[in-house]
Structure formats: structure tokens, C-alpha cells
T-cell receptor
Framework: AQTVTQSQPEMSVQEAETVTLSCTYD???????LFWYKQPPSRQMILVIR??????QNATENRFSVNFQKAAKSFSLKISDSQLGDAAMYFCAYRSATRGMNNDMRFGAGTRLTVKP | KAGVTQTPRYLIKTRGQQVTLSCSPI?????VSWYQQTPGQGLQFLFEYFSETQRNKGNFPGRFSGRQFSNSRSEMNVSTLELGDSALYLCASSFAPPAGHSNEKLFFGSGTQLSVL
């Protein structure tokens, strides 16, 4: 079974600084997607960034970028120029892309990010 | 375009009762997934519906059930409530099931917070 591990329950960063959130996963599949979701106090999960496992290039969305290490099964999220609005719970998630397999999302336990002014 | 709407936002029930939660997907979306979020277990997949058919089911007891209507609205039901059922129940919708190499993105609602006393 696929599992996702986020080893940092809490992180904090100074406004305008850079922070990296860690995520590792375990799978025997070679074809999958990885995601980072943000959950602010409103509770709505918002997609931050997505990475296809077959792509070697790391995904980037404005101030958000990932470091995808397929062999190490590592998928970290870097937030540059942190803003107060970035404060939230961040979840790393995995989805199999193998047809015929269950394609539900597997989530990590989450990392609570605090941004200090 | 309205987002995913979940009702009610908050619900308080007592042990042994049953509860029905509602999810209205984004207009045009035909796939609906349900997740349970608790502090101890994190986010866990409940089930997924597409065109009124359950496509996938997570590892939950039979007390948890769901359905999808012809207008894509979905309901989930929990019978004989237990204290451990207290959780945030999140619904997510997409145009089609995010399977294989689909580029489908999940859009989440703000959830229903269920408290079982």
C-alpha cells in the first residue's frame, strides 16, 4: 500500500523568507502523481502544486516549487518570499496513475506552517 | 462559478443516531469523492461516485454509505454513530474521475464538521 509521510508536524518561517516542507512516500509503482495541498482555517483544501512522476523537471507555481527525487521517494515543497497568507496546514498527497488501480488520494499527516511578521 | 458546497457546515449528534451529509459539486462536474479528516488518522478516502455509480470505496465499515443523484449531487450517510465518527467530512468534485493520466483536478468544499456526543 502507498503511504505518505510528513515528518514535520509544525514549521515556522519569517515573512519574506524561504521555507521547505518535507514529504516522503512509499510505493512500488512507477507511475503516479504527487501533490501539495494547502488547508487554511476555512478548511477548504486548495491545490498548491502537482508533479507527474514521469517528468524529471521539478514543478513550479510562482513562489512554490518542489524538489522531486524519485529514487529517494522524496517530494519537498519550497515556499519562497513567504507571506502571511501562506500560513496553513500543508498536506502532501499521492495518487496512482496506473489504470486499474485505485486512484484515490493518499495524504500525509500534514505540516502546520506559521508565518511570523 | 460556484464552488463545491457542503451542508451543513456543523452538525452535532449523539451516539446511535444516524446522519446525512450533502455535497453539491461544481456545475458540470460529475465525479464526487468523500474524505474523512480526523486529528488522529488524518485524511482518509471514503468513496468516489461518478455518474451515479460508486467507482471506488475506502476501508470503512458498512455504516458509512453514500449515493449520487442524477444532478451529480451526492450524499453520505453514517448510521449508528460512534464517538470515533467525530470528524471533518470533506467532499471533492471533478469533471471526470481523476484516474490514470487524467489531468483532472480535485476541487474541495469546506467540509462538514460532525461532532458525536
Amino acid at each position: 500500500a502507498q503511504t505518505v509521510t510528513q515528518s514535520q508536524p509544525e514549521m515556522s518561517v519569517q515573512e519574506a523568507e524561504t521555507v521547505t516542507l518535507s514529504c516522503t512516500y512509499d510505493t512500488s509503482e512507477s507511475d503516479y502523481y504527487l501533490f501539495w495541498y494547502k488547508q487554511p482555517p476555512s478548511r477548504q483544501m486548495i491545490l498548491v502544486i502537482r508533479q507527474e512522476a514521469y517528468k524529471q523537471q521539478n514543478a513550479t507555481e510562482n513562489r512554490f516549487s518542489v524538489n522531486f527525487q524519485k529514487a529517494a521517494k522524496s517530494f519537498s515543497l519550497k515556499i519562497s518570499d513567504s507571506q502571511l497568507g501562506d500560513a496553513a496546514m500543508y498536506f502532501c498527497a499521492y495518487r496512482s496513475a496506473t489504470r486499474g488501480m485505485n486512484n484515490d488520494m493518499r495524504f500525509g499527516a500534514g505540516t502546520r506552517l506559521t508565518v511570523k511578521p | 462559478k460556484a464552488g463545491v458546497t457542503q451542508t451543513p457546515r456543523y452538525l452535532i449528534k449523539t451516539r446511535g443516531q444516524q446522519v446525512t451529509l450533502s455535497c453539491s459539486p461544481i456545475s458540470g462536474h460529475r465525479s464526487v469523492s468523500w474524505y474523512q479528516q480526523t486529528p488522529g488518522q488524518g485524511l482518509q478516502f471514503l468513496f468516489e461516485y461518478f455518474s451515479e455509480t460508486q467507482r471506488n470505496k475506502g476501508n470503512f465499515p458498512g455504516r458509512f454509505s453514500g449515493r449520487q443523484f442524477s444532478n451529480s449531487r451526492s450524499e453520505m450517510n453514517v448510521s449508528t454513530l460512534e464517538l470515533g465518527d467525530s470528524a471533518l467530512y470533506l467532499c471533492a468534485s471533478s469533471f471526470a474521475p481523476p484516474a490514470g493520466h487524467s489531468n483532472e483536478k480535485l476541487f474541495f468544499g469546506s467540509g462538514t464538521q460532525l461532532s458525536v456526543l
